[in-house]
């Protein structure tokens, strides 16, 4: 059973820094991708990062060379280190994991089948 629990989510100034943190507090299948999404209000959530089991990583396109997803397998936990952040960075992060590769590739946040309740980043 998947408990995905994020933590680490503030606020910060523009062009600072912040590090949340999710950690599968369930069972976790070796197979399993993990990632971020994002939601500000009125918008759809949109993909940030994905890690997937062999360590590739993918980011969509607004966070290139800015957030950093990395994976700790012995904690069950993964990171999103984000530098240089911008206001429009500021919405809901959530947690995903998913066993099949279509949905880690190119899944919407609806089609994951392990969702945590998120954190909360705002930059100003």
């Known amino acids: 059973h998947v408990q995905l629990v994020e933590s680490g989510g503030g606020s910060v100034q523009v062009g600072g820094s912040l590090r949340i943190s999710c950690e599968d507090t369930?069972?976790?299948?070796?197979?399993?991708?993990m990632g971020w999404f994002r939601q500000a209000p009125g918008k759809e959530p949109e993909r940030v990062a994905i890690?997937?089991?062999?360590?590739?990583?993918y980011y969509g396109d607004f966070v290139k060379g800015r957030f950093t997803i990395s994976q700790d397998k012995a904690k069950n936990t993964i990171y999103l280190q984000m530098e240089y952040m911008k206001p429009e960075d500021s919405a809901m992060y959530y947690c995903a994991t998913d066993t099949r590769y279509g949905v880690c590739s190119s899944g919407a946040w609806s089609s994951y089948s392990g969702r945590g309740q998120g954190t909360q980043v705002t930059v100003s």
């Open positions: 369930g069972y976790t299948y070796s197979n399993d991708c």
């Open positions: 890690i997937y089991p062999d360590g590739r990583t």
